[in-house]
């Protein structure tokens, strides 16, 4: 060591002694023979453009008006200090002049290249940007020692997270001959093999076994003969599996669970192996629970909302969901009166054996009222069509429920997304007031739809239709607000049409939701006309037609009882139909008349409308026309009646009920399950079933055209309509399609791709069964036909709900005249639009 520190010394004097002969001949010489003290006179640094030469002079250690010896160490020392740096690729410090016992140091420097252009190869297209922004380098930057280093550590650990272990990584120079001290980098990747885990080993495991343990890890998977189960190591994956681990052991109360050692075993180049010790410890039971600090609730009170009683196993991750995170919390309780700063810390006072006391200790604080309601983001819709939806109010106590409920009510409008609704309470613990900021972004709502179907014999029917969901009408007279059409209000107007060769159809709706602006009382108003030709394919002209005319008005209110989840609906409607020469079935020609009343009670507590999470919706229709029969005298048993007097005033009664759940089973994984039934009943056996408003069933639920005021009920897995019966007339000798009561049943596992508002986007996998019947007496809920299949559905704000669903029907379909098969057992493919299934 004395030999090499010697040779260092005279290096660098040498150094030193060169430079200063080279400089120039004026300059004394230096006796390196005999040590002298000089007093630094000036000192400067050169050869550098993009360093500040003030703060490269610090970095030496030495300064104008110090003194330093030559020969010495103090010039080595700095010199070692620009090396250190790795900034530089050449260092000299040079002697420029000496006068008397003063010295002037000239510190000349050479950067290190800079980055001009960056290249990576070996990897894909899609790779290269991501991992260049991993990286981090831009143009400019010196490309020194511990750059690279600290680049190939960069790139080696983002494809070990991602299985690759085997990764190379190459870098090339290439001196820019364009450009002073500048060059180009390349990074050669070679990836070689993903490494799949060949086998997870456990030690220490005494209570479960190692199968058991291999079930916790939810990603981190061995090889088995499950193909369909991934296998590749995945360093975040496998971060999250371990902390599941822990937490499972905790769950069965084995609090001092913890990993002592892991190891990562190279098999070969394609397989790894995972050996985990574990320490597993005792399992603890709760003693004793002891509430302090608790004045507002009885502890017995609080014993009963916690659920977690002595004798139980101590479970850390239970007792902190039932505190703090459970809907139906401890906290929630406390936040849900005003409490907005209370807090409760369980403390482990005592561990004795596998048992352990528990305090917990609670800080109820001052009840928080709401000082101010913020609302921003709201770019397109009025302010007061927010504020009209929230639950929390200024000057009321703050309640994390109803917090909660505002955010499901604003979800619920469709005009912002709900993935980034932001609540944002601020309190001022000084005061005991609370400001709540909602932080909103817009999405478009507005739907175009252009869509066709095949609507029975008449051929093809396209539709145009055009839906605006936040419409201001009272805006409509100022010409700067059309873009395309006054907005802000959360009106709704619709229009629609659809046309063939032989047929025409419009309708137009518009609704109010909240009528009057002081209540959340809805109306809507509506207004429909077609008509249906009857073609002489001879002559190719029309012989006859079938016109309908009519409207609705509805009226909606929200309900306090039994739950403000509850609303009712009620809406009287009329039809005109009218037959000319239009003997299809079995009416004669002239007006026909269906006068309605239709109430619907409902109760829909689901989170948001496009990718519900949790709540539920349940719906009660009926629809009623008066009973004409049963009081204006005429006699329907009377075989010499006319079809016209005896259908002309359309009478029926018509039952509905839909129910759906929505449930997280994992993140976002969702199981929706639906069931709904429907009936049409008639008042007078001599009438019976009206040809109007009757059920069809299969396929997607979509048709070309609904000419008799018909509900299409899907079933996917079988043709279109293909489900409702048939029925055979003998005094016209014709077939209908007569379906007057149905049941329907499904179960979906949905499962978001993305939940970006301009495109929500979601995979499914269905099975579902249905049935419709001509009779009362034939209906069996149990009877289903049964499907399954798996499908997709995006929901874009220009188009609605869009969706491609593949379902196989199990059961064969039999003509209810002959009984003769019309369809065999397969699978259909069904495009939807505009509507959940």
């Known amino acids: 060591m004395r030999h090499l520190a010697i040779f260092i010394l005279v290096f660098f004097q040498t150094a030193v002694l060169v430079a200063q002969e080279a400089e120039t001949d004026s300059v004394p010489l230096i006796d390196y023979t005999r040590q002298s003290e000089y007093t630094i006179r000036d000192i400067k640094v050169t050869g550098v453009k993009y360093l500040n030469p003030t703060h490269l002079v610090s970095i030496s250690g030495l300064r104008r008006g110090s003194t330093i010896k030559i020969p010495g160490d103090d010039i080595p020392k700095a010199i070692k200090k620009y090396w250190e740096h790795g900034l530089f690729a050449d260092v000299q410090i040079i002697i420029k002049d000496i006068e008397g016992a003063n010295v002037a140091l000239e510190i000349k420097l050479r950067e290190q290249p800079r ?8 990897i894909k297209k899609s790779e290269d940007q991501d991992l260049k922004e991993k990286i981090g380098l831009r143009r400019g930057v010196q490309v020194t020692d ?13 494809y070990i997270e991602k299985g690759y272990f085997n990764v190379e990584v ?3 120079q290439i001196e820019d001959t364009s450009a002073n001290n500048r060059i180009n980098l390349w990074i050669d990747i070679t990836k070689n093999n993903r490494v799949k885990i060949e086998e997870i080993l456990f030690e220490g495991n005494e209570v479960f076994s190692d199968k058991r343990l291999r079930r916790v890890f939810k990603k981190t998977k061995q090889r088995d003969l499950n193909i369909f189960k991934g296998s590749k190591y995945k360093e975040e994956e496998y971060k999250e599996d371990k902390e599941k681990l822990i937490s499972f052991y905790n769950e069965n109360g084995y609090r001092d669970a913890t990993i002592l050692n892991e190891e990562l075993i190279l098999l070969n180049d394609k397989r790894i192996g995972l050996k985990i010790t574990l320490y597993e410890g005792n399992p603890y039971y709760i003693r004793t629970l002891k509430w302090i600090g608790n004045t507002v609730y009885p502890t017995e009170y609080l014993d009963r909302v916690l659920g977690i009683k002595p004798k139980e196993l101590y479970d850390k991750n239970q007792l902190s969901a039932r505190l703090s995170t459970d809907e139906d919390a401890v906290s929630t309780l406390y936040m849900d009166n005003g409490y907005l700063f209370f807090n409760v810390t369980p403390v482990e006072v005592r561990v004795e054996n596998d048992s352990i006391d528990l305090e917990l200790r609670v800080y109820e604080g001052e009840q928080a009222t709401i000082n101010d309601i913020i609302i921003r983001g709201n ?12 639950y929390t109010r200024p000057g009321e106590l703050f309640s994390k429920s109803d917090l909660m409920r505002s955010y499901r009510e604003i979800a619920n409008l469709g005009h912002f997304n709900p993935e980034n609704i932001g609540i944002n309470p601020m309190p001022n613990q000084a005061d005991g007031t609370v400001d709540i900021e909602f932080a909103l972004e817009e999405r478009a709502n507005d739907q175009l739809e252009l869509s066709g179907g095949w609507g029975g014999g008449y051929g093809f029917v396209g539709s145009i239709g055009v839906r605006f969901t936040n419409l201001a009408l009272d805006r409509a007279f100022n010409w700067d607000e059309w873009r395309p059409v006054p907005t802000g209000n959360g009106q709704t107007l619709s229009l629609r049409a659809q046309s063939n060769l032989y047929y025409h159809g419009f309708n ?12 959340p009382n809805s109306l809507t108003v509506s207004l429909n006309y077609t008509i249906q030709k009857r073609p002489d394919y001879s002559t190719q002209s029309s012989v006859g037609s079938f016109k309908t005319i009519g409207g609705s008005v509805g009226f909606g209110k929200r309900l306090k009882w039994p739950d403000d989840f509850f609303s009712v609906y009620t809406e009287i409607s009329y039809n005109l139909y009218r037959l000319e020469n239009y003997d299809i079935f079995r009416y004669g020609d002239g007006d026909y008349n269906l006068f309605s009343v239709r109430g619907v009670l409902s109760r829909n507590s689901q989170d948001q409308m496009i990718y519900p999470r949790r709540g539920s919706s349940f719906s009660l229709g009926v629809q009623l026309t008066p009973p004409y029969s049963l009081f204006n005298g005429v006699d329907y048993d009377d075989p010499e009646l006319s079809n ?5 005033n359309v009478e029926f009664h018509k039952w509905t009920f839909k129910a759906a759940w929505y449930n997280a089973i994992i993140g976002d994984l969702v199981l929706a399950l639906k069931a709904e039934f429907g009936a049409l009943g ?22 070309g055209y609904n000419l008799y005021g018909t509900d299409v009920v899907p079933l996917r897995g079988y043709e279109d309509g293909s489900l409702t019966p048939i029925k055979y007339d003998p005094e016209t000798r014709t077939t209908t399609e007569n379906g007057n009561s149905y049941s329907r049943y499904y179960a979906e596992l949905r499962y978001p791709i993305t939940l970006n508002p301009s495109a929500t986007l979601y995979a499914l996998a269905f099975v579902e069964g249905g049935n419709i019947w001509q009779d009362w007496d034939q209906v069996n809920p149990f009877s289903v036909k049964r499907s399954a299949g798996i499908g997709i559905r995006a929901f874009l704000p220009m188009f609605g709900l869009l969706g491609f669903d593949w379902g196989y029907g199990f059961d064969p379909l039999y003509n209810s005249i002959d009984n003769s098969v019309i369809y065999n057992p397969g699978g259909r493919f069904h495009f939807i639009i505009g509507q959940q299934l």
């Open 146 to 158: 511990n750059v690279l280093n600290n680049t190939k550590s960069i790139i080696r650990k983002h």
């Open 644 to 648: 016209y007097d005896r259908y002309r």
């Open 682 to 703: 008639f008042y007078n056996e001599s009438i019976g079933y009206p040809i109007f408003e009757k059920y069809e069933m299969g396929g997607s639920g979509l048709s």
């Open 379 to 390: 770019t397109k819709t009025n302010e007061h069509v927010v504020r009209r939806e929230l």
């Open 115 to 122: 980055l001009d252009k960056l290249r990576i190869t070996g």
């Open 170 to 172: 190459d870098f090339k």
């Open 508 to 519: 137009i709706s518009f609704m109010e939701p909240w009528l009057g602006g002081r209540k």
